[in-house]
Structures are given as C-alpha cells and as structure tokens.
C-alpha cells in the first residue's frame, strides 16, 4: 500500500509538471506566434508587442495622445513591413554594418545626450530597454540609412540646368525669403488604385479632416490616420524651403495662415493633409573669412613612420626659422599636389581642411610660420600669407540650390521606391485574431 501510494503521489507531481509545461509552452507559442509573413520574413507577436511598448514611450515622454489600440498596431505592423522589406533586401545585397562602426555611433548618441556610455546605459534600462535590443535597433536604422543612399540617394542627378532653374525660378517667385515649418499626413493609395480603392483612402482623409476640425491635435490625428514613415511623430516634416517641397505642396502651404490645416490633397501617392506649424523669411549676403596659406607636408605611411616623418618636420622649421625660403623647401620636400606652386593652397574657406590644420592656421598672424602641426595626412608647417572677407553669396546661393534639389527629390523618390517596393512584395496577414 506503501509502494502504491508513493506511486500514485509520483503520478500526480508527473502529470502536473506535464500540464504546467503544456500550459508555459502555449503561452511562449502564443506569444511567438507569426502575424505576418513578409517576402522570406516573418513578423511576431511578440516584435510587434516590443516596438509598441517603446513607440508608445516615446509617444507619451512627448505629451502626444495615443491612438487608438488597433489603430496604432496597424500603423506599426506597416512600419515593421517596410523595415522588414528594406533589412532584406539590404542583406542580399550585402550591406552590412559592423560591431566597431555600430558603437561609435551608440557613442555618439550617448555624447550628445551628455551621458557616458554607462550612463547611458543605466538611462536605457530604466525606460525598460535592453542594450541588446538598442544596438539591434541602431543597426537596422543605420542599414535602412545605406540602403536608401544606395538605392534612391545616389541615384539622383542634379543638372546645372536645374540648379539655374531653380534659382530663377526663386527670383521669379520672390519666395528666397520663405522658409516653412510643415507638418503632413498621408493617405496613401496602391500604384494601380482602383476606383474604390481611391474612394476608400477619401473617405479616410476626410475622417481625418473631421476630426482636426473638432478640436483633436494634428499629432494625434497623424498617428491615428497617416501612412506616412513619421506618422507618429506628427508627420513633422520640419523647416524647409518653398523649392524643396514638391510644387504640389507648395502651391497649398503658400496659401495657409500659420496654424491652419489644407483639404485633402489628390498625389499619384494618394491624398495629403499640410499644417503650416510656424513659416520664417530673411537671407543676407553670405561674408566668410578666407585665408591664403602655404604649407609644406610630410606624409605618413607603411613606410615613414610618425616620429620619422616629425623629425624631418623638425629639420625643414628648423631651416625656415634661419632664413629658408618657403616656397622653395616646399617644392623640394612636400609631399603634397601644392608642391609645384611652392606650398600655395590659394584661398581657403572655413571647412576647406581637416580640423587640425584649420585650427592652427586660424591661430597664426599674417606671415608667421607655424610649429610643426600633426594632421591624419602626417606633419605640415603652415603659414599664413594674407586674410580677407568675402562674398560668397552666388557660390553659397548654387551650393544651397543643388542641396535643396537633392532633398526635395530624394524625398519624393524614396517614397515612390517604398510604395513600389510595397506593392511588389507578397505580404500575407495573419490577423484574424488579433485585429
């Protein structure tokens, strides 16, 4: 009786411990379980569970309402489809960002956050994120980054035609004075939407509209509706020149007061709600300081070491300071393309050179010679022939043209590659029970 009891005791305990497994492995189950298969990825539960847990964080750290519970899943399960989208094709074409460049930039951030790495670190942990899941994160946002310069970015041509265009067409317009803060949300529609399709993404927008017109935040309205990449944050476009909106915008916004909210806009990408959050004008002449300077330099190599290529630095100022002429030592030793013009760099702007020769070219009076100074080239002595102050408007006006172009388009046709990338991917859903 003794044996029989202490069997059916162990049976008990057995069967229990079966239950209790049975009941943790369904719950790890359910909570791993894939909601959406996107091209040769999945999607979980549990991913989806994560990124809302710090989107809504972020969301109430910056006083910002949440939406809805299954609306803001939705808008996340999309971004988590786009991203997905952009990691794998990143991956088959062989981006990659490695350990070394992923902490300098998690440095980086930390610094400007004015925390130190432990510091930051700890920060992470009390808002409930791990550094692991941080680092995975920085590392798919800097690899969507090369992606989209590869594949969009680099991809643009800017003719001087179109920076003359522009520039006149600025002139014409007399809008060089205006700069626009805009905020923006987006509906969008399938490349070959349909005529229900169009009326469905209408019928949303004018929601949208409705809701902004009793009352409710553009912010919150974004974040409920908008299928824009920065719906949750507003759909902050931030400030930006007429000229680097798409004409279509600017056309609207030119006729907003500040604070007021457009109709909907019809795009080839679907329709489109503009706020003018605030809008600025002024520009002046642009004066910068320039420098003509000479140097002569001493390379660093495989081959000529740091101290080797010091010392025989520290002969060439040795043979300046008793009267050696500049411009000859330097065609005679430098290491450099200014070596046949005797050292002459010309005229330099600020930002022309790396830091370390700028900043002691900066501190020399007119026709000193510098101490030998330490650059990633090698060692150079500089010195300083003449200053002035000059007009660079026309050549900043051009530069700033081609960089506004360069958004403006960018912009746009990162948009269209995401749409068409979109539509082009077999996407399956598995939201029965969730949605």
């Not at 809701?211 to 400030?239: C, H, I, K, R, Y």
């Not at 081959?303 to 009267?323: C, F, I, P, T, Y």
């Not at 002691?360 to 060692?379: R, T, Y």
């Amino acid at each position: 009786m003794k044996l029989l009891k202490t069997t059916i005791t162990l049976l008990i305990l057995i069967s229990s411990f079966i239950v209790n497994n049975t009941a943790a492995s369904a719950e790890v189950i359910k909570m791993d379980r894939i909601i959406a298969v996107v091209d040769q990825n999945v999607i979980t539960e549990q991913e989806l569970a994560d990124r809302i847990k710090t989107v809504s964080a972020q969301l109430e750290k910056n006083g910002t309402e949440l939406p809805p519970k299954n609306v803001l899943e939705k808008q996340i399960l999309e971004r988590l489809i786009v991203d997905s989208l952009q990691l794998q094709m990143a991956a088959q074409t062989g981006i990659k960002i490695d350990d070394t460049q992923l902490d300098k930039t998690i440095e980086r951030i930390a610094t400007q956050n004015k925390l130190s790495p432990d510091e930051f670190k700890a920060a992470l942990e009390k808002d409930g994120i791990s550094i692991r899941k941080f680092r995975e994160d920085i590392r798919n946002e800097i690899t969507i980054a090369r992606l989209r310069e590869r594949e969009v970015d680099n991809r643009l041509t800017i003719s001087e035609g179109e920076v003359d265009n522009y520039l006149t067409t600025q002139a014409n317009r007399g809008e060089d004075q205006d700069e626009f803060e805009v905020s923006h949300i987006m509906i969008r529609t399938p490349e070959d939407a349909s005529p229900e399709d169009l009326q469905k993404a209408k019928t949303k927008a004018e929601q949208a509209l409705k809701q902004l017109a009793s009352g409710t935040g553009f912010t919150q309205v974004s974040a409920a509706f908008s299928d824009a990449p920065n719906a949750l944050e507003g759909g902050a476009m931030g400030w930006r020149k007429g000229e680097q909106m798409p004409s279509l915008f600017l056309d609207v916004v030119k006729t907003l007061q500040v604070g007021e909210v457009s109709k909907a806009i019809r795009s080839p990408s679907g329709f489109h709600i503009l706020k003018l959050t605030n809008k600025r004008g002024g520009s002046s002449s642009l004066v910068v300081g320039q420098t003509h300077a000479r140097h002569i330099l001493i390379k660093t190599s495989e081959v000529v070491s740091d101290k080797e290529a010091k010392h025989k630095m520290d002969g060439l100022k040795e043979r300046l300071d008793n009267g050696g002429k500049f411009e000859e030592l330097a065609r005679q030793y430098s290491e450099d393309g200014s070596a046949n013009n005797g050292g002459d760099l010309g005229w330099v702007n600020p930002g022309d050179t790396v830091p370390q020769f700028e900043k002691a070219m900066n501190e020399l009076k007119i026709g000193e010679i510098s101490a030998p100074v330490q650059s990633p080239f090698g060692w150079h002595v500089i010195q300083v022939l003449e200053r002035r102050q000059q007009d660079m408007s026309k050549e900043a006006a051009r530069l700033k043209a081609r960089q506004e172009i360069r958004t403006r388009k960018s912009e746009e046709a990162y948009q269209d590659w995401i749409r068409e990338m979109r539509d082009r991917a077999f996407v399956e859903l598995r939201l029965e029970d969730k949605f």
